[in-house]
């Protein structure tokens, strides 16, 4: 996995919010856009910057969503489950992805193409059941339809 | 821009802006909000720009990408100042032709124009759209009308006045008698006056307090305080400044989601523009009074939008909840004192300050005062967001507002109080919308989501997808919550998979009493409302799950077959075509058949079956009938177009 992580590069974030309290979380979600995920040493670096215990590091970044410790694909799916989605048949267009990529909602193909999350509600719902890709919303979604917009991708 | 040093200063501020707009010159506003940029709205302005540029008419036509107008189906919306003429679903496409004809000649464009589905009559402006004519939008309303990203245009509409008159008009105690005798209450689900939680938290002992604005929009299906920030982020930011001058705040902190990434931006130049003018900073306005805003996004977890748990992120730990016996507004975040108010809720403030408390307590209902926002999505035509005043039906928001249900289907529920909330079935349609009346009905107010469902939505499936949102979500902390949405959450997955036996409802409701009386916090309290609201409507699902093995709705996959019925198939070979798994069989003249065995039932075929054939069925609670012998699949001539 490339995971070479810049000490500088970590030190720059923190530095960023001029010691201040509680940024834990910020400087994950930082670190977390730099990367695209959490590599360890990142995590380790951060600990011993902000004088947290290395534990209490993982357990805020293996407690939200928004973070991820393993490396994400090229392409970020997500598909939305919200209510508004659910109820227009949401599940459907889910299973269609998951059998189309052969991955599970929170896994990443094998080649790095894909990683795919099931998000409840991305605000969107006029266009439910909507799925988006790196950004891209596409809404008013049909499984037929779900092939071809993910051959799109490479 | 210079700091302003007075109230003086500040009118004097926006009576020269006033004066410097040229309220006759064209002007074509965009919405940009979320959904409108779903629709590649943003591709609708760049075409603007450029077929202006092109045209040369930089100086002649003013454009400006505005927060959400709320009509998310139509979208993207384009509004044309000073006539105010709406165009619906706008595509690059079409710039060309607006700005030569509906600017250059004042020629309305019928295409473009909004129809009603029903009288078929065509609505030149967006006060004529059954949509918004009926709604009351005090909140809302100037979203349409300002480009978040400057503040001017906040200003010009009379921004920051409240502020001014709070601050040199009025005692701390007098704003506190102001927002207490409006009868304002929390716009994010628990409805907890607004004015009593202000003076607790200003009564309350030390130095240091916080006052922090939630909009940590965690409620699948809501999407209000989202476009609030994104459109009226100063409105938000006016309502925080007068309450942390109420309370004595010198800091204040937007704990915003990170899934949100515009609002998030929005709300960095608000700031940092409030600051530039002196709404933010030492000695705002020239009053002494000191306050700054700090931005904190949350990092994805729906329990971290419980006060307590939300105070703890901020803190940079965990985001889980604590017990409450000290209220936050004593012991918050830091453990000082701190007043949390959800994104709505402070954009209301503004409001109460200038026109007063009187005024405000007229609109609503007995325990319910002013409008409430809500977004109105699933099963109905006109998904958007809505602001009406409280106690307004259910009907005229689904009905009037929404109109009705898509594809001539029959309601069936509307559910509200997202996650926590409650299904109300079509036979309390009439009911009133306030906090008492919700409640009552074994549903909530919650931040305002209502998901409107019609025959094709299961109940039980409805259910169980809450338990599984909210098993998901439950942080573990407390055992009655953890285990108690698990054991309800399989209850459930058994029964919408067609292994339901006697005595699961009553053990349902067991869990359900216990998980709501012994949870630690909101979620789990109220984690038991979308079981026990649709076991109390919609009962006879459940017994036709569990008894008869049959999901009346046609949803739950593993009691549902698809069916080809031989009379109606064409023999198209689309489905044939479309099949992921090659269970149909056929040929061309030959009546298709799916192979029970191999299918997955993904619905594809059901799908894309014509609608003039309309050929495949969803059967459920009885068998398969046998498919045809091989002989009798074969389509003689003419036999076709139609039903004998």
């Known amino acids: 996995m490339v995971s070479q992580v810049d000490p500088a590069a970590i030190d720059r974030i923190i530095d960023k919010y001029q010691s201040e309290e509680g940024i834990l979380i910020q400087v994950l979600l930082d670190v977390q856009h730099e990367y695209n995920w959490l590599p360890e040493e990142a995590l380790k670096r951060i600990s011993e910057r902000l004088e947290i215990p290395f534990s209490q590091v993982y357990r805020v970044a293996s407690f939200y969503k928004a973070m991820s410790l393993t490396p994400r694909g090229k392409h970020l799916v997500r598909v939305c489950l919200g209510t508004a989605c659910h109820v227009r048949g949401a599940p459907r267009i889910l299973d269609k992805v998951e059998r189309a990529i052969n991955i599970k909602a929170g896994e990443t193909t094998q080649d790095m193409k894909f990683s795919l999350e099931r998000v409840n509600c991305l605000g969107c719902c006029a266009l439910g059941p909507v799925m988006v890709i790196d950004g891209e919303a596409y809404g008013n979604l049909v499984p037929a339809k779900v092939e071809e917009i993910l051959n799109k991708y490479d | 821009m210079v700091r302003l040093q007075s109230p003086a200063e500040l009118e004097e501020l926006r009576k020269h802006m006033l004066a410097k707009r040229d309220t006759k010159k064209p002007c074509i506003t965009i919405c940009s909000g979320t959904g409108c940029r779903a629709y590649a709205s943003e591709k609708v302005s760049t075409a603007f720009e450029e077929e202006i540029k092109k045209q040369g008419l930089d100086n002649t036509i003013d454009i400006k990408t505005t927060g959400c107008h709320g009509f998310c189906e139509k979208g993207p919306l384009v509004v044309i100042l000073p006539g105010e003429i709406c165009y619906v679903q706008v595509k690059p496409t079409d710039v060309a032709q607006i700005i030569s004809q509906t600017i250059g000649e004042s020629k309305i464009l019928d295409q473009l124009l909004y129809t009603d589905p029903v009288t078929g009559e065509k609505a030149v402006h967006e006060s004529e759209i059954p949509f918004y004519k009926n709604q009351t939008r005090l909140v809302f309303g100037n979203n349409s009308k300002i480009d978040p990203t400057n503040i001017d245009d906040y200003i010009v509409l009379g921004g920051y006045s409240a502020l001014s008159k709070a601050l040199f008009e009025m005692t701390p105690e007098e704003i506190i008698a102001e927002v207490k005798d409006s009868g304002l209450r929390g716009r994010g689900?628990?409805?907890f006056p607004t004015g009593r939680k202000w003076e607790e938290c200003r009564h309350a002992p030390g130095d240091i307090k916080y006052v922090i604005v939630n909009a940590d929009e965690g409620d699948p299906g809501a999407y209000m305080d989202r476009s609030l920030l994104e459109g009226n982020p100063h409105s938000v930011l006016e309502g925080l400044i007068i309450g942390a001058y109420t309370i004595g705040s010198h800091v204040g902190y937007i704990y915003v989601r990170e899934e949100y990434p515009l609002a998030v931006e929005n709300v960095f130049i608000a700031l940092s523009q409030a600051e530039k003018y002196g709404f933010l900073g030492t000695d705002i306005l020239g009053s002494g009074f000191d306050f700054s805003i700090k931005v904190h996004r949350g990092a994805g977890?729906?329990?971290?939008g419980e006060s307590s748990a939300l105070m703890t992120a901020l803190e940079g730990r965990v985001g889980e909840p604590r017990p409450k016996y000290i209220h936050t507004v004593i012991s918050g975040i830091w453990d000082k004192p701190s007043t949390l108010n959800n994104v709505e809720t402070w954009a209301n403030v503004p409001l109460i300050i200038n026109k007063g408390a009187a005024w405000y307590a007229s609109?609503?209902?007995?325990?319910?005062?002013?409008?409430?926002?809500?977004?109105?999505?699933?099963?109905?035509?006109?998904?958007?967001?809505?602001?009406?005043?409280?106690?307004?039906?259910?009907?005229?928001?689904?009905y009037t507002i929404g109109g009705g249900i898509p594809k001539g289907k029959k309601f069936k529920a509307v559910q509200t109080g997202g996650p926590s909330g409650g299904c109300i079935p079509e036979s309390l349609?009439?009911?009133?919308?306030?906090?008492?009346?919700?409640?009552?009905?074994?549903?909530?107010?919650?931040?305002?989501?209502?998901?409107?469902m019609d025959e094709d939505t299961c109940m039980v499936d409805t259910a169980r997808y809450f338990l599984d949102f909210l098993s998901d979500e439950s942080c573990g902390k407390c055992t009655p919550c953890r285990e108690g949405i698990d054991q309800m959450l399989a209850i459930l997955t058994n029964i919408t998979e067609g292994k339901g036996q006697d005595g699961d409802i009553e053990l349902l409701e067991e869990i359900a009493e216990v998980t709501k009386n012994a949870s630690l916090c909101a979620l789990g309290q109220t984690a038991a409302n979308p079981v026990l609201s649709t076991l109390r409507y919609f009962r006879d699902e459940y017994e036709a799950h569990i008894l008869e093995k049959r999901c009346p709705a046609g949803v739950c996959k593993a009691l549902i077959s698809y069916y080809i019925q031989p009379d109606k198939c064409q023999a198209c070979l689309i489905c044939y075509r479309n099949c992921p798994v090659g269970a149909i069989t056929g040929a061309k003249k030959q009546i298709h058949v799916i192979d029970q065995n191999t299918c997955i039932k993904c619905g594809i075929c059901f799908d894309v079956c014509p609608q003039r054939f309309s050929a495949v069925e969803k059967i459920s609670g009885r068998p398969v009938p046998p498919p045809l012998p091989l002989e009798a699949r074969v389509i003689k001539k003419k036999k076709s177009k139609g039903k004998k």
């Open chain 2, 363 to 398: 609109i609503g209902t007995e325990g319910s005062k002013g409008t409430k926002i809500f977004s109105l999505v699933g099963k109905v035509n006109n998904t958007g967001l809505v602001e009406v005043p409280m106690g307004t039906s259910l009907r005229d928001i689904i």
């Open chain 2, 429 to 452: 349609i009439d009911s009133p919308v306030d906090f008492e009346e919700l409640s009552a009905l074994g549903s909530m107010m919650g931040s305002g989501g209502m998901i409107v």
């Open chain 2, 301 to 304: 977890a729906f329990v971290s």
């Open chain 2, 189 to 191: 689900g628990g409805g």
